[in-house]
């Protein structure tokens, strides 16, 4: 059973940093996208940043997290992070790891999901 398990979500103040995790078992993961999207209440789930169980490219959104997000692997683990820095509150939202063999940034491509961790990021 496949299962993508997120953690080190909660409440920082702007300006302020989190580092969250997604802990991947129950299949091989070699070829896949692991990406992290994030969703308010209301729009639509936006791609947040991906990379790759093989050889580690990177891909960050185009809207600026770019230089403050940082997305990494452990394959020994079989984890996922994304460091994020000088958090903004429009930031705030429920962030879910993917993971994929589309297109990185096409939420539709992924084919497993966790269960979101919340985000607040405080004013």
């Known amino acids: 059973q496949v299962q993508l398990v997120e953690s080190g979500g909660g409440l920082v103040q702007a300006g302020g940093s989190l580092r969250l995790s997604c802990a991947a078992s129950?299949?091989?993961?070699?070829?896949?996208?692991m990406g992290w999207f994030r969703q308010t209440r209301g729009k639509e789930r936006e791609f947040v940043a991906a990379?790759?169980?093989?050889?580690?490219?990177?891909?960050y959104a185009y809207y600026g997290v770019k230089g403050r997000f940082t997305i990494s692997r452990d394959n020994a683990k079989n984890t996922v992070y994304l460091r994020m820095n000088s958090l903004k509150p429009e930031e705030t939202a429920v962030y879910y790891c993917?993971?994929?063999?589309?297109?990185?940034?096409?939420?539709?491509?992924?084919?497993?999901w966790g269960q979101g961790t919340q985000v607040t990021v405080s004013s």
């Open positions: 129950g299949r091989t993961f070699t070829s896949y996208n």
């Open positions: 993917a993971a994929g063999v589309g297109p990185y940034s096409d939420a539709s491509a992924y084919d497993y």
């Open positions: 990379t790759t169980w093989s050889s580690g490219s990177v891909y």
